[in-house]
């Protein structure tokens, strides 16, 4: 684990070892906000160790298998289930930990407000960026640690689910339905998301032939239709920009409840009822960009966030260019005289976990990347932006790897025009042709 990942999460992840593939076979009534399930967590060891630590919040564990052994040891605590290893486990050493558990799953409270599972009127959604996937599965809860997912789910019949990966199978047995889902793609814990409501899917056209869905309450469905017709256009716009779709499938959800922002998972977004507005238009946009900048291009480490909410921030941007509403350079224009006003104290290199989330970090890793445009033109510019997607596809980086890629296509001053937007606290001058 690096000490970026302490700071930001320090409570969070085990480093001794990688998981990579979960399974999970859940069951969840609605009613009582009762969850059941057994997760099968496959990983391979990294550091030399005689336990494991896993993640898991407000659940209780009744019993746990490490490698089929059914008097395997462990203790649970507040944040952590320590499995106990019957010997040492050295580094390259492949296992499996059967872990079965149950509880009223519920929001966890962090510095950044509550996060993870959270019921709704009719229904829950799971919103867990950044720590909140401890609170519906045991897992080792680290950005950097990806792995690939097979989820089944059986709520009451009434309901509908929707979650990260392609659907694969459903099936029906005493009222009750059960759904599972697949994902091949490498998928941080963060960015696994499952969504339960009284929904209808509607049908919408992906660029690469993927066909993507639109899942919304039957009263909200024409709201909801009118709201994200633009969704095709939006993702031909950002396919020209950053190149293929990089996901598996692309599933929006929008729930009957308000909620306070969309959040954006592998695949997915979920949006709520006020976002139905004309006005959000640019959240859409922004939450379907991180399917290529933070979903598939990701990152390891907290402090580089700014790569995924700059990217996702300067897409916004792009789509009102695209539509022909206003181009990158008047509404780069717009907000930089509104950082003016702000506070001139955030690095976005390094912002530190009280800030990863403020705003003026994603406006001014947007305006980093337009800097980076009117420095290199529009052509050069994309070729960058495509090439960082493509080269980083289901991957992980840093900012010192945007540094590198922005340094050979501007060998002399592409370095100080990007440090000067995200290694300074001060606001550099509005980037000029």
Excluded at 138 to 159: F, G, K
Excluded at 305 to 325: D, K, P
Excluded at 372 to 387: K, Q
Excluded at 394 to 413: C, G, I, K
């Amino acid at each position: 684990m690096s000490e970026d990942h302490e700071g930001y999460a320090p409570q969070s992840g085990d480093p001794s070892f990688d998981v990579e593939s979960y399974d999970l076979d859940l069951t969840y009534r609605v009613r009582t906000n009762r969850l059941e399930g057994t997760a099968m967590l496959s990983g391979v060891v990294r550091e030399q160790t005689r336990s494991l630590s896993i993640d898991l919040i407000g659940l209780r564990v009744s019993r746990v298998r490490l490698d089929g052994e059914k008097r395997t040891k462990f203790t649970q605590g507040p944040r952590k289930l320590q499995v106990g290893a019957p010997r040492e486990l050295r580094p390259g050493e492949r296992f499996t930990i059967a872990i079965d558990y149950a509880g009223a799953p519920a929001p966890r409270h962090s510095r950044w407000g509550t996060i993870g599972w959270e019921e709704l009127d009719n229904g829950a959604l799971v919103a867990s960026q950044p720590v909140g996937a401890p609170t519906w599965f045991p897992c080792n809860d680290r950005p950097d640690d990806r792995a690939t997912y097979s989820l089944s789910i059986t709520v009451d019949a009434e309901y509908a689910v929707a979650a990260t990966g392609v659907r694969t199978d459903v099936t029906r047995k005493g009222g009750m339905v059960t759904s599972r889902f697949r994902s091949d793609v490498p998928t941080a814990t963060y960015l696994l998301a499952l969504q339960i409501g009284t929904y209808t899917p509607s049908p919408f056209e992906v660029p690469g032939g993927i066909t993507g869905e639109l899942h919304t309450a039957p009263t909200q469905r024409v709201a909801a239709a009118r709201a994200f017709a633009d969704v095709p256009k939006m993702l031909r716009a950002f396919t020209d920009a950053f190149g293929p779709y990089p996901q598996q499938h692309c599933t929006l959800v929008v729930t009957p409840d308000a909620l306070e922002i969309p959040l954006e998972s592998q695949g997915m977004a979920v949006f709520g009822s006020n976002h139905l507005a004309p006005d959000s238009e640019r959240l859409v946009a922004h939450e379907l960009a991180h399917q290529w900048f933070g979903n598939s291009v990701g990152i390891g480490q907290w402090n580089d966030i700014w790569l995924n909410e700059g990217f996702a921030c300067y897409a916004e941007w792009l789509w009102f260019e695209a539509s022909g509403r206003q181009t990158a350079d008047a509404s780069a224009r717009e907000h930089y005289r509104q950082l003016r006003g702000e506070p001139q104290d955030l690095v976005i290199a390094e912002p530190g976990p009280d800030l990863m989330f403020d705003d003026r970090l994603y406006k001014r890793g947007a305006l980093a990347l337009h800097a980076l445009r009117t420095l290199l033109g529009d052509t050069v510019f994309f070729d960058l932006l495509r090439e960082w997607a493509a080269d980083n596809r289901h991957a992980l980086v840093d900012t010192e790897d945007f540094r590198m890629l922005v340094a050979r296509y501007s060998p002399r001053h592409g370095g100080a025009t990007l440090s000067a937007w995200i290694d300074q606290p001060s606001l550099p001058s509005f980037p000029r042709r």
